[in-house]
């Protein structure tokens, strides 16, 4: 079985030897990181199965790091912070993050949200099984989407979980706590909000995707 391992980008010492005693108990490796200049330089030298990001840090915020993450790697993000406006949970989102958890937290449920995220990351589609939706070919081996038009599209990796789920249930009306529980492999917190910031950014990148709102429920692809 590989090896389980945590990257924490936290600056709060209290928080990471509390963190780290858990995650350490549970058989994980743990790796802290005080800033984000040091966690990139970690990622650099040591592959992690998840990263936990605080969004406020000194020097390079976690904005910053998750989008230099994002550049070269689809390691799991989970960000970790007091920020709690729906604003902030957003542009989480949008950056590439995978989830979002604030302050004050129960590391049970991180622990839980992150073997999810983990989980996620390993069931995902292998093989070259390609699945059509109205021209647009979502490729389960190469994780990337070739438009009508010929063109290859190449989706976050939480964006291609969302998009594959859909494209296997294609026709089917699916809500959110389903997508939820489907793709983010946890059972449904109340965050319907990261469903919705999601699906906007795969209709921004893939334009003239048959992915419709179902009202009252949450999503379809195709008909």
């Given at each position: 079985?590989?090896?389980?391992?945590?990257?924490?980008?936290?600056?709060?010492?209290?928080?990471?030897?509390?963190?780290?005693?858990?995650?350490?108990?549970?058989?994980?490796?743990f790796v802290h990181a005080f800033t984000g200049e040091d966690a990139l330089d970690m990622l650099r030298s040591r592959p992690v199965s998840a990263v936990l990001l605080d969004l406020n840090l000194p020097g390079m915020d976690g904005v910053d790091v998750c989008r230099r993450i994002r550049r070269?790697?689809?390691?799991?993000?989970?960000?970790?912070?007091?920020?709690?406006?729906?604003?902030?949970?957003?542009?989480?989102?949008?950056?590439?993050?995978?989830?979002?958890?604030?302050?004050?937290?129960?590391?049970?449920?991180?622990?839980?949200?992150?073997?999810?995220?983990?989980?996620?990351?390993?069931?995902?589609?292998?093989?070259?099984?390609?699945?059509?939706?109205?021209?647009?070919?979502?490729?389960?081996?190469?994780?990337?989407?070739?438009?009508?038009?010929?063109?290859?599209?190449?989706?976050?990796?939480?964006?291609?979980?969302?998009?594959?789920?859909?494209?296997?249930?294609?026709?089917?009306?699916?809500?959110?706590?389903?997508?939820?529980?489907?793709?983010?492999?946890?059972?449904?917190?109340?965050?319907?909000?990261?469903?919705?910031?999601?699906?906007?950014?795969?209709?921004?990148?893939?334009?003239?995707?048959?992915?419709?709102?179902?009202?009252?429920?949450?999503?379809?692809?195709?008909?």
């Amino acid at each position: 079985m590989p090896e389980r391992s945590i990257l924490l980008v936290e600056d709060e010492e209290n928080i990471a030897e509390m963190l780290r005693g858990f995650f350490e108990r549970d058989g994980f490796r743990f790796v802290h990181a005080f800033t984000g200049e040091d966690a990139l330089d970690m990622l650099r030298s040591r592959p992690v199965s998840a990263v936990l990001l605080d969004l406020n840090l000194p020097g390079m915020d976690g904005v910053d790091v998750c989008r230099r993450i994002r550049r070269s790697s689809d390691v799991p993000v989970i960000m970790l912070t007091a920020r709690d406006s729906e604003v902030d949970k957003v542009v989480g989102l949008e950056i590439g993050a995978d989830d979002y958890v604030t302050k004050p937290f129960s590391p049970r449920e991180l622990l839980a949200r992150v073997k999810a995220v983990m989980r996620r990351t390993e069931e995902r589609p292998a093989g070259r099984t390609v699945i059509d939706v109205d021209g647009f070919e979502v490729d389960g081996g190469r994780r990337k989407v070739t438009t009508p038009g010929g063109g290859d599209v190449e989706p976050t990796a939480r964006e291609f979980d969302l998009l594959w789920y859909l494209a296997e249930n294609r026709g089917l009306a699916l809500s959110r706590a389903q997508i939820l529980d489907a793709v983010w492999g946890y059972d449904y917190f109340g965050e319907t909000r990261t469903v919705d910031v999601h699906v906007r950014q795969l209709r921004k990148k893939l334009d003239g995707l048959p992915l419709s709102t179902v009202w009252g429920v949450g999503y379809r692809l195709g008909e």
